[in-house]
């Protein structure tokens, strides 16, 4: 589709004050593109066009678009039209547009809702924040046992239109208990006397509503599933998540992870939106402590400075290649943790697998050592004017330190999970900080042996 194309003509309606042909040619288009559409106009133009949608598309609309529009029309619009469009909107959508409003505004706006729709609302808010319960709906279809499948379809057709999906439904006891699913593919070619607790998987993956959205997304991801119902203590069905929300969660998890690699503190809102202080903000803490840290690569080298004072050549000589050195060991720290962090996200490996992950980092640390160390060594003593001895010292001290950080850098994230913190904190940054000195401590240890210089 032609955006560009669609958005002119569009623009030349609405210029035009022709409402009939510009409510026509809008509700021929996807609510995705519509809305994409309305973050083009201002303000005054937004509520104008938003305005003239039909009932049923307006709340589709609304819930693709970004939250400051949608809280700049609420505002537009008053409590009892926004409230309107609420109460149009799948819960799941509604909540997440609630939770991200101040406490006062959503107070008013539930103070003017239905009664059961604002009891509905409450209670998903109580669910704590990044939880199942507050990402699911309950726009599901749910059959009894003992219904046909003739009762079933007839059952789906009636109350389709008002729900998010149905190809998933739900075999539920007298107690709600979930039993089991059965897939509207399968009910299309039974019989229609049949059971549909003839028909239903027994075998249900389920979360429970307190789990952590990042739990369920992972599970999804695992089974492949469309969606998952979701129960409470007593396997009960309160709802179901489904998998356009779980692709949220996943871009909204690898978004935390991506900034705490780059050692930040996570950020809820989009690059662009977000203000030069708070960015400022979220980036200094990490980088106190590393600069804090920092101070202890400095203090190794004062305290082997009789290394560096012993000879005028072979000081200049390590100086020169401390650079390369600790940029080596970084980057070898830095691939085995963002394998090993992946490893994490994906559920390839856990804690209980260190001593593999570590033996088989430990084998590609050896092999890797033993080309990068001879071709420094050549190097050196043929591109350079040291000599072999200072060859061989920085080449060695080379080979040690990768076989360190590649250890550091697949052990760290493996602890950090198994301590239940999150494993992107282990990343980068920390790694080569801790690195850098070990290759230092590395390398001057070396040369105070083979030049026998008092440390």
């Keep these: 589709m032609d955006f560009e194309r669609i958005k002119a003509k569009l623009d030349a309606l609405l210029d035009a004050g022709r409402k009939a042909e510009l409510r026509g040619a809008l509700t021929m288009l996807n609510e995705v593109d519509i809305a994409e559409y309305l973050q083009t106009l201002d303000n005054e133009k937004v509520l104008m066009v938003f305005r003239l949608l039909p009932k049923d598309t307006s ?9 400051d529009q949608r809280t700049q029309l609420m ?17 799941d959508d509604a909540v997440d547009f609630l939770e991200e409003l101040p406490a006062g505004v959503v107070k008013r706006m539930l103070a003017g809702a239905d009664p ?10 109580r669910y704590p924040e990044n939880s199942a319960g507050r990402i699911m709906t309950i726009e599901y279809v749910d059959l009894h046992v003992g ?36 897939g509207l593919r399968q009910l299309l070619l ?85 203000g030069v202080l708070t960015l400022a903000r979220n980036r200094l803490p990490w980088l106190l402590i590393l600069m804090i840290s920092a101070t202890f690569t400095g203090s190794i080298i004062t305290h082997f400075e009789d290394v560096l004072q012993s000879a005028a050549a072979i000081g200049v000589a390590i100086v020169s290649c401390i650079p390369m050195l600790m940029d080596t060991g970084g980057n070898c720290g830095a691939q085995a943790s963002t394998l090993t962090i992946r490893g994490l996200a994906l559920g390839e490996v856990a804690p209980r697998d260190i001593g593999r992950v570590l033996w088989k980092e ?12 001879l071709v420094n060594f050549l190097r050196i003593w043929f591109l350079t004017p040291y000599d072999r001895d200072v060859a061989f010292v920085v080449s060695l001290a080379m080979f040690f330190t990768i076989i360190i950080a590649k250890a550091i850098g697949c052990s760290l994230p493996l602890a950090a999970k198994a301590l239940h913190l999150d494993p992107a904190l282990m990343a980068s940054p920390i790694i080569t900080t801790v690195v850098d000195a070990a290759s230092l401590m590395i390398l001057f240890t070396i040369a105070t042996q083979m030049f026998h210089i008092g440390a």
Excluded: C, H, W
């Design 116 to 125: 059961a729709r604002r009891e509905l609302l409450n209670q998903f808010l």
């Design 362 to 373: 430990l084998r590609v640390a050896l092999l890797l050592g033993v080309v990068l160390s």
């Design 75 to 91: 505002e537009a619009l008053g409590d009892e039209e926004a409230m309107r469009i609420i109460d149009e909107m799948f819960v």
């Design 59 to 67: 709340a589709e609309v609304f819930a693709y678009m970004d939250d």
């Design 147 to 182: 219904t046909t499948v003739g009762q079933a379809m007839a059952e789906i057709r009636r109350t389709a239109p008002d729900k998010e999906t149905i190809n998933t439904l739900y075999i539920l006891d007298s107690r709600r208990v979930l039993l089991g699913t059965v």
């Design 190 to 274: 039974a019989d229609d006397g049949k059971r549909v607790e003839e028909l239903m998987n027994q075998q249900v993956i389920s979360v429970r509503t307190t789990d952590d959205q990042e739990l369920v997304a992972d599970t999804v991801r695992k089974y492949d599933l469309l969606s998952i119902p979701v129960v409470d203590g007593e396997d009960r069905l309160v709802g179901i998540i489904t998998v356009d929300d779980i692709v949220d969660v996943i871009e909204e998890e690898n978004t935390e992870d991506f900034e705490k690699m780059a050692a930040m503190l996570p950020s809820d809102d989009t690059y662009l939106k977000t």
